[in-house]
């Protein structure tokens, strides 16, 4: 289970959030061998004067928050990571410091879904790779 919280610049985002949406999918199914079908995108838009950026972020700035069951491995992370900024920076034009990404985890057994707790319910794809 993973689910992805973009927040950024209503401006700036809404016209790119088709778009985005596809590419983070395909690094997601690509890196943490999600089926194509599963997809959980939120999008959290923000006035400009609401959003405070670093210094050396530009109003596209955007902040990427995958919140996942734990098991996948550190190197399964970090491929899902350089995919992200290597897409995301390529098709949709975004300056490598306009993107921030985290990934939080937690046990199975804190979801919920389908009527269970998370640990209990068999997916039809793999966790720990």
């Known amino acids: 289970m993973s689910q992805v919280k973009i ?14 949406s596809e590419v983070i999918h395909s690094c997601v199914v690509e890196a943490l061998q999600f089926p194509v079908d599963k997809r959980a ?5 923000l006035e400009n004067d609401d959003f405070f950026r670093p ?9 990427l928050e995958f919140i996942m069951i734990e098991g996948r491995t550190v190197e399964t992370k970090k491929k899902l990571i350089h995919l992200l900024y ?4 390529e098709q949709i ?10 990934i939080l985890e937690s046990p199975a057994h804190n979801w919920g879904f389908r009527g269970m707790a998370g640990d209990e319910i068999k997916l039809s794809y793999t966790i720990t790779i």
Not at 41 to 45: G, P
Not at 55 to 63: G, H, P
Not at 96 to 101: A, G, H, K, R, W
Request: net charge positive; charged share 20%; glycine share 4%.
């Open 7 to 20: 927040y950024g610049v209503r401006e700036y985002l809404l016209p790119i959030r088709n778009q985005l």
């Open 41 to 45: 995108h939120r999008f959290f838009y």
């Open 93 to 102: 034009g975004l300056a490598v410091t306009d993107l921030e990404i985290c």
């Open 55 to 63: 210094a050396t972020a530009s109003e596209r700035y955007l902040i």
């Open 86 to 89: 290597a897409r995301i920076c």
